[in-house]
Structures are given as C-alpha cells and as structure tokens.
C-alpha cells in the first residue's frame, strides 16, 4: 500500500477553477492506477475520475466530463486533477486513491490505498 497525500483543495467561485494533487510519500504513484473519489456531507464517496496504471485509459463521471482532467506528470510524479467550470455540487472532501498496476475505475473497491482527503468548498 501507498501512503497518499492530497493537496490543492480549498474555496473557489462558481465558475472557477482548481488543481488537486496526489502524491505518495516515499513511493511514486507511478504503475499504479489512480482515482479521485469526493464525498459530500450527507452522501455517499463517488468516483470522479480515474487513471490506468500506465496511464493510457481514463474515466470520469458523467457529471465531470468536460470539466474535469485526471493526469499523471511523470517529472513531479504526481496524479493531478485539474477541476474547472466547478459549481457548488462539486463541494466535498476529496480523496485520492492508487491500487498498484490497476485498471483505473469509478468504484472504490478497486483501490486499496487511500488518502486523507482535501477540502474542496466552491460558493455560488
């Protein structure tokens, strides 16, 4: 397993936009797949985004795609979100997640290392 560090979240505008992060200390995420999960108050963890292991295949959520990017930097080894035209239904911890030469999915189970999650607030 993977120890997961978010970053990047915060408070951004309706209409704005946001970078989240995902690296692992010690390790690099590299050869693992990786998905960003949120959850908001009151509602179950969903699948936002997700990246294979070698990074060719990606998946997001209907209620994302055009407006979220999930990619890998192979020089900083991180998994980043770049999150933009966000709105007040995108509020909500978010969590990243890696499971070592995976797919990529949407759902939870798939991953089996998880991090503590960044806040991400956005206002209308």
């Known amino acids: 397993q993977l120890h997961l560090a978010e970053s990047g979240g915060g408070l951004a505008q309706a209409g704005g936009s946001l970078k989240l992060s995902c690296a692992a200390s010690?390790?690099?995420?590299?050869?693992?797949?990786v998905g960003w999960f949120r959850q908001a108050p009151g509602k179950e963890r969903e699948g936002v985004a997700s990246?294979?292991?070698?990074?060719?295949?990606?998946y997001y959520a209907d209620s994302v795609r055009d407006r979220f990017t999930i990619f890998r930097d192979s020089a900083t080894k991180t998994v980043y979100l770049e999150m933009n035209n966000v709105g007040p239904a995108d509020t909500g911890i978010y969590y990243c997640?890696?499971?070592?030469w995976g797919p990529g999915s949407l759902s939870a189970a798939s991953f089996n290392s998880w991090g503590s999650g960044t806040q991400v607030t956005v206002s209308s």
């Open positions: 997640a890696a499971h070592r």
């Open positions: 010690r390790f690099t995420v590299d050869n693992w797949a």
């Open positions: 990246i294979s292991s070698d990074g060719s295949t990606t």
